[in-house]
T-cell receptor, first 114, second 114 residues
Framework: AQSVSQHNHHVILSEAASLELGCNYS??????LFWYVQYPGQHLQLLLK??????LVKGIKGFEAEFIKSKFSFNLRKPSVQWSDTAEYFC????????????FGKGTKLSVKP | NAGVTQTPKFQVLKTGQSMTLQCAQDMNHEYMSWYRQDPGMGLRLIHY???????DQGEVPNGYNVSRSTTEDFPLRLLSAAPSQTSVYFC?????????????FGPGTRLTVL
């Protein structure tokens, strides 16, 4: 069965620290990968996506992610986090046979201390 | 554009009561979905629709009904609420079935069933 794994449940960082959130998927064939962010009290927003081409994808607010096919990974990175990056982050892949609906990981909560 | 809107924002029900969660989008998107979000579980797909008059089940459909009479609206009905349905419900829409298409999420409805 398809699955998406996010390794960290809760990450606590100080401002200016570097961030890397892990995401692994179990999925062969054509790969489309997404990172969504949910700020406190808000709805999910697309952070970045990969569907082909350069495996290093740049998103909004200085985030980037690298698709490594051999490792089935799509880790999210940011060189220097800010307090405003405090949010929950979800990795997702399209669900096969479901017209493009998504399977989400369980999420990683990021807390940035000022 | 208002994007995806959901009403109500909060709701408390007693076990056995019924209610309808409303979802509307003004982007002329064909595809709409309902997800529920539970702590530590990520988002799970309840039902989805690929166009007016066409719906299908997702990962956790039991206890929920949907219909799609117009492109704009996709209500979710709870026929007999149970405490296990306490959750945050998100409606989402996207333009078409392409797996790389961004899903746009509504602000959510926080439902508590006593």
């Amino acid at each position: 069965a398809q699955s998406v794994s996010q390794h960290n449940h809760h990450v606590i960082l100080s401002e200016a620290a570097s961030l890397e959130l892990g995401c692994n998927y179990s999925y062969g064939g054509t790969v489309n990968l997404f990172w969504y962010v949910q700020y406190p009290g808000q709805h999910l927003q697309l952070l970045l996506k990969y569907f082909s081409g350069d495996p290093l994808v740049k998103g909004i607010k200085g985030f980037e992610a690298e698709f490594i096919k051999s490792k089935f990974s799509f880790n999210l990175r940011k060189p220097s986090v800010q307090w405003s990056d405090t949010a929950e982050y979800f990795c997702a892949v399209p669900r096969r046979g479901s017209q493009g609906n998504l399977i989400f990981g369980k999420g990683t909560k990021l807390s940035v201390k000022p | 554009n208002a994007g995806v809107t959901q009403t109500p924002k909060f709701q408390v029900l007693k076990t056995g009561q019924s209610m309808t969660l409303q979802c509307a989008q003004d982007m002329n998107h064909e595809y709409m979905s309902w997800y529920r979000q539970d702590p530590g579980m990520g988002l799970r797909l309840i039902h989805y629709s690929v166009g007016a008059g066409i719906t299908d089940q997702g990962e956790v459909p039991n206890g929920y009904n949907v219909s799609r009479s117009t492109t704009e609206d996709f209500p979710l009905r709870l026929l007999s609420a149970a405490p296990s349905q306490t959750s945050v419900y998100f409606c989402a829409s996207r333009a078409d079935r392409g797996a790389n298409n961004e899903q746009f999420f509504g602000p959510g409805t926080r439902l508590t069933v006593l």
